[in-house]
């Protein structure tokens, strides 16, 4: 049965925030809208979701869901992996021609998201899509010759050559629905999650609040309390001087135009405390790495597999299993290697130094393949 008043779809990912959402933004200007969220528990074409993410994605969603429903607007969860068919269903069911969403990255979202845009513009849907998960997309920047650019200093000097990257968007104008609720919710996707999440000894409700509220706080305090001596303390393991925003980016609790913006702004106030310029260049940087990364995997796509230098294939490495559980457990007889392990296993998380460290003695020193150590890292980061 069609629903009287028109709907507009927006089709949520690694976005789940209301300010700075473009794809919210646009949707609510049509007037009524719905949300959906599509759970791949089967992950097709692609790992399995790691058990410290799902534990953050179930509390993230029923944050945003709690967020929503201030304006009766529906987040319904639908689980598969024929995003097309799922969404082609509720498209007919709202009586909606219009969907919107923010673009994907990652080779396998990025080729299923043409995809779908490509056969829903076939059944005369309008398929509005916006830059969100990165401040420069990946085919903006390029060599002389036009291919990617490999090495880092290069690829972020090309960014900061570039117009900044655009004004973080208002919070959605919601009006309170009437016309769209929630018919096609499965109730069992969300006790799926709840039991996912669940299925996990790790304590991370100790560290950890999920949630857009949490990530905007996360990021005021940084940047009063620890942005001005980023550039001194960030490499000091011993001292929280992080943002600790990763896994908010990861889920999209808050968004790196955001991030961006918000310290630049800080630099440039005349209230106190005043950010020492190298601080806030060291801090910028750190977010470029995130922006490379994601451009390198988005034109190699076998980095999740393969060596991105060829010639470190031919390292000696073999699996040892006492080994490589000594280096899991933390209790390899190095401090700075079993204190970063241990953090690892109880937090979901780790400085960025000190995953390179760890890393580094995995292969280096242990001789272990790289591919365990990523297995690994992947169950336990709350940012995989």
């Not at 599509?38 to 029923?62: M, N, P, V």
Request: aromatic letters at 12%; charged letters at 20%; hydrophobic letters at 35%.
């Amino acid at each position: 049965m069609s629903s009287k008043i028109p709907c507009t779809l927006v089709w949520l990912r690694r976005d789940l925030r209301l300010i700075d959402n473009p794809a919210l933004f646009h949707a609510a200007k049509r007037g009524q809208l719905i949300t959906v969220y599509i759970f791949d528990e089967d992950c097709s074409g692609r790992r399995k979701t790691g058990q410290a993410c799902l534990w953050w994605l179930y509390h993230s969603l029923k944050s945003l869901h709690n967020q929503l429903s201030q304006w009766n607007i529906p987040l319904i969860m639908k689980s598969g992996n024929d995003a097309f068919t799922i969404l082609k269903e509720l498209l007919d069911s709202y009586n909606a021609d219009t969907i919107y969403w923010n673009r994907c990255y990652e080779p396998f979202e990025y080729n299923r998201d043409c995809s779908i845009e490509e056969k829903l513009k076939m059944e005369n849907v309008t398929v509005e899509t916006y830059q969100d998960r990165v401040l420069f997309e990946p085919w903006t920047i390029k060599t002389a010759k036009g291919g990617p650019v490999q090495i880092y200093i290069h690829f972020w000097n090309q960014c900061l050559s570039l117009p900044q990257p655009r004004k973080p968007y208002d919070k959605p104008k919601f009006k309170n629905q009437t016309g769209c609720q929630s018919k096609c919710d499965e109730p069992a996707v969300w006790q799926r999650l709840a039991k996912l999440s669940q299925d996990m000894p790790m304590k991370l409700q100790d560290f950890w609040h999920p949630g857009e509220e949490q990530a905007i706080s996360k990021l005021k305090s940084f940047i009063k309390n620890s942005l001005n001596a980023y550039a001194e303390k960030s490499q000091c393991l011993r001292l929280n001087t992080t943002s600790n925003l990763s896994p908010y980016l990861h889920f999209g609790e808050i968004s790196p135009f955001t991030v961006w913006h918000s310290v630049r702004h800080a630099s440039s106030s005349a209230e106190p405390p005043a950010v020492k310029s190298e601080s806030l260049k060291q801090y910028l940087r750190s977010l470029g790495w995130r922006e490379y990364t994601c451009h390198l995997l988005f034109h190699y796509p076998d980095l999740p597999q393969k060596c991105f230098r060829s010639s470190f294939e031919q390292l000696k490495l073999q699996v040892d299993p006492v080994k490589l559980q000594s280096w899991q457990q933390g209790n390899t007889g190095y401090p700075v290697v079993d204190a970063g392990m241990r953090q690892l296993s109880v937090a979901g998380i780790m400085p960025n130094r000190l995953r390179m460290i760890v890393a580094s003695f995995l292969i280096k020193h242990l001789l272990v393949p790289w591919q365990k150590g990523e297995e690994w890292f992947w169950s336990k980061l709350i940012d995989a």
